[in-house]
């Protein structure tokens, strides 16, 4: 199982990205997805989550600004970033558990920066 993350970059503060990732190999079923991220000197914190059924979550500082998303037919996660902040910045990560495995994304790099 691979997955593969896009669409970071650098962004003005109040600007907005949008990230995907792609799951692919050999997958029967995606139970949670997620969005991590990790800035530098800091631990990796989970930013978003989603499960199978829909129902999502979110850390307290992005609340109201992102929104988590699937595409189960794809195999997609998505998170739309909206109202950057410079605290946002940081490599992020997807994350999915299937078959009570767990598979990390390389990372995407979002600079949120005047």
């Known amino acids: 199982v691979q997955l593969q993350a896009s669409g970071g970059g650098l962004v003005q503060p109040g600007g907005s990205l949008r990230l995907s990732c792609a799951a692919s190999?050999?997958?029967?079923?995606?139970?949670?997805m997620a969005w991590y991220r990790q800035a530098p000197g800091k631990q990796r914190e989970l930013v978003a989550i989603?499960?199978?059924?829909?129902?999502?979550d979110y850390v307290d500082s992005v609340k109201g600004r992102f929104t988590i998303s699937r595409n189960n037919a794809k195999k997609m996660v998505y998170l739309q970033m909206n109202k950057l902040k410079p605290e946002d910045t940081a490599v992020y990560y997807c994350?999915?558990?299937?078959?009570?495995?767990?598979?990390w994304g390389q990372g995407t790099q979002v600079t949120v920066s005047s």
């Open positions: 989603i499960s199978n059924l829909g129902s999502t």
């Open positions: 994350n999915i558990l299937s078959q009570g495995k767990t598979f």
């Open positions: 190999g050999t997958i029967f079923s995606i139970n949670i």
